[in-house]
């Protein structure tokens, strides 16, 4: 059997905030600082200008970005993939109200195998406040920020965790 080259194309997108409204105001939310990553990796940026629409929504800065890159530099190879969005300044009706939201996701698919690796280690809330008390998010456990990879190639789908019951 000849040896097979495994080929990796890069899918990654971040958008920090994009959606549609129903109440108070039935309202479109245009994608705001979207990056989406060519499907040979690189890296993008975008900032967005401070938003507001209406006294329903708001932040003072946001920014995304994303990464994505052959990783030779080790002996087993793959591919790394990064995503980023941060939103600063959030404020929901007056009632949600955060200093910093960051969602970022980091993949890594070996050259063996075809389960990624897949960590949220950024992924935080500061100074998160709703109706004016503070907030902590602690993630659970068995979140999959705290998983490790399935065995035999088995999705994470797959894997039992104490909070599925």
């Known amino acids: 059997m000849a040896n097979v080259v495994r080929k990796h194309t890069f899918h990654a997108e971040a958008t920090v905030l994009h959606g549609d409204l129903y109440h108070p105001l039935v309202q479109e939310i245009k994608p705001q600082s979207n990056v989406k990553l060519a499907e040979t990796g690189g890296y993008l940026?975008?900032?967005?200008?401070?938003?507001?629409?209406?006294?329903?929504?708001?932040?003072?800065k946001a920014y995304t970005q994303a990464a994505g890159n052959d990783n030779d530099r080790?002996?087993?190879?793959?591919?790394?993939?990064?995503?980023t969005?941060?939103?600063?300044?959030?404020?929901i009706l007056e009632?949600?109200?955060?200093?910093?939201?960051?969602?970022?996701?980091?993949?890594?698919?070996?050259?063996?195998?075809?389960?990624?690796?897949i960590h949220f280690l950024g992924t935080r809330f500061e100074n998160l406040r709703i109706a004016g008390h503070p907030?902590?998010?602690?993630?659970?456990?068995?979140?999959?920020?705290?998983?490790?990879?399935?065995?035999?190639?088995?999705?994470?789908?797959?894997i039992r965790t104490s909070w599925d019951a």
């Open 135 to 158: 907030i902590k998010v602690n993630l659970h456990p068995g979140h999959p920020y705290h998983l490790t990879l399935p065995e035999n190639d088995a999705p994470y789908t797959q």
């Open 45 to 60: 940026s975008e900032h967005a200008e401070p938003y507001r629409l209406e006294g329903v929504i708001a932040f003072d």
């Open 85 to 91: 969005s941060v939103i600063e300044g959030l404020n």
């Open 74 to 83: 080790k002996p087993e190879g793959g591919w790394n993939t990064l995503v």
């Open 95 to 117: 009632v949600v109200t955060a200093d910093r939201v960051i969602g970022q996701i980091a993949t890594h698919h070996s050259k063996d195998g075809y389960i990624p690796r």
